[in-house]
């Protein structure tokens, strides 16, 4: 099955393996958010559906690891939700990540684009 | 399966892989929430509790697992090993080198020499041509046999502890503590013969172990253990590599081999280490 961006999600997955903690970084850079939430906005940003059996054990991960710390609360009159934030290390990280990020992505489209243009 | 029961089957299934209650708590509450806010059915946002709980595992362990250390001294080393039964080859040329703190993996297609390749490692077996170094005690797991049928698994244990020269309480105290890491609570009055498949098995493993030898040959060790003893044997062998031992495992399970520090293919064509 193929997304709105017409890559198919086996490839969409792929792609996504190695870059979602540093997406999920980055989402809560802006504001703490809890698991859900982060499926939304990542749905939103053109990601594709992430499933909460991939989101959380990401989430585990950059938590076991420091980079983010976890919280229980009362949701509005819904349940109680586990909100994450960015620790300061988790900040340092997700500067760092993005930039080589960034530069790997840059090589791959230079290439790409290099391919596509020359004769 | 309504959400109610896989959130059931999730906590069961943490907690089997040893994880503290606190902790599987906290993941199935979050996993519950998440169901509630997405109104998504369990068995799609998350898959089956098994494999949900082993992503959630395995997202824990690379943490718990203390940073490796740099690989020690040789402990085995194997050159140039040849095997032939009349006029069939089974093993050509082989080598492998293992240092304190490794895992070696040999795998192969079915008659492919692994076996016979381990029992020369262990000494149990010549080789036509080739040597076999060992540096320090030895323990060996042979895929099956290896038990005395009308001995119980005590007697197993003090018959191993006393040629690794431990008193007979120490052997049998070291044998139980070793079966309860695998689950397996030894009855006092059954003999080997009487045991199932899998618990043979846990028994050449606890014997193999037993005293904490040097070096480490396993030849699949876990045939006939059930899922959860499978997974508590690959966590023993990161167990002993991290305190120092060298490990080789004959397997032909593929699904460990990105955390182990060398494979040998032993399939005809292929014969390399790969570090």
Redesign the interface.
């Known amino acids: 099955m193929d997304g709105p961006d017409g890559v198919d999600q086996d490839r969409r997955g792929q792609w996504l393996r190695g870059v979602l903690d540093v997406c999920v970084l980055a989402l809560l850079a802006r504001h703490e958010s809890?698991?859900?939430e982060l499926?939304q906005a990542l749905d939103r940003a053109g990601l594709g559906q992430i499933?909460?059996?991939t989101l959380?054990?990401?989430l585990?991960?950059l938590q076991?690891?420091g980079l983010v710390a976890a919280h229980?609360r009362d949701g509005e009159g819904?349940?109680?939700?586990?909100y994450y934030r960015l620790t300061p290390s988790g900040e340092e990280a997700v500067r760092r990540l993005s930039r080589q990020w960034r530069a790997f992505a840059g090589r791959v489209d230079d290439l790409l684009l290099e391919e596509v243009t020359s004769p | 399966m309504t959400d109610e029961r896989w959130l059931h089957a999730l906590g069961q299934e943490l907690a089997r892989h040893r994880l503290t209650p606190d902790l599987t708590h906290h993941v199935v509450a979050e996993a519950a929430a998440h169901l509630r806010d997405s109104g998504q059915p369990a068995l799609r946002a998350f898959g089956t509790p098994q494999g949900y709980a082993a992503a959630v595992v395995e997202s824990l362990a690379s943490q718990h697992r203390p940073p490796r250390r740099p690989p020690g001294r040789v402990r085995l080393r194997a050159s140039q090993i040849t095997k032939r039964y009349g006029r069939r080859t089974v093993l050509g040329p082989t080598d492998l080198t293992v240092r304190a703190g490794e895992v070696a993996a040999i795998v192969g297609a079915n008659g492919c020499g692994k076996s016979t390749f381990l029992r020369i490692c262990a000494g149990l077996l010549s080789p036509d041509s080739g040597e076999v170094v060992v540096d320090g005690v030895l323990g060996y797991c042979p895929q099956n046999g290896g038990t005395y049928d009308f001995l119980l698994p005590e007697e197993h244990f003090v018959l191993v502890g006393a040629g690794r020269g431990l008193d007979r309480a120490r052997s049998r105290r070291l044998g139980r503590s070793g079966a309860a890491t695998l689950q397996w609570e030894p009855a006092r009055d059954t003999q080997a013969r009487h045991l199932s498949g899998g618990t043979r098995q846990k028994l050449n493993l606890v014997m193999a172990a037993l005293g904490d030898p040097d070096v480490l040959l396993l030849d699949e060790p876990y045939q006939g253990f059930d899922r959860g003893a499978y997974l508590d044997f690959w966590q023993h062998v990161w167990r002993w590599r991290d305190e120092g031992r060298a490990i080789v495992v004959v397997t032909h399970l593929l699904n460990q081999l990105d955390q182990v520090d060398q494979v040998l293919d032993l399939t005809p064509g292929t014969r390399e280490a790969a570090a």
């Not at chain 1, 819904?78 to 586990?82: E, F, H, L, T």
Request: aromatic share 20%; no cysteine; proline share 10%.
């Open positions: 809890y698991g859900y499926t499933q909460g059996g959380y054990p990401v585990l991960r076991r690891t229980w819904g349940p109680a939700r586990k």
